[in-house]
């Protein structure tokens, strides 16, 4: 996993955090982390 990778999704993440309540939030965390991992698993990133 690249380090640009892991900053994107760190920063969606934050964002979602902020911006998003309740289980919204920890639907949007998860669903940046699977999208990391599956481009990542593609060999995109």
Do not use: E
């Amino acid at each position: 996993m690249s380090i640009a990778t892991i900053i994107i999704a760190l920063v969606l993440m934050f964002v979602a955090f902020k911006v998003l309540t309740g289980i919204l939030k920890f639907g949007a965390i998860i669903a940046v982390l699977l999208i990391a991992a599956y481009l990542v698993s593609q060999g995109i990133v």
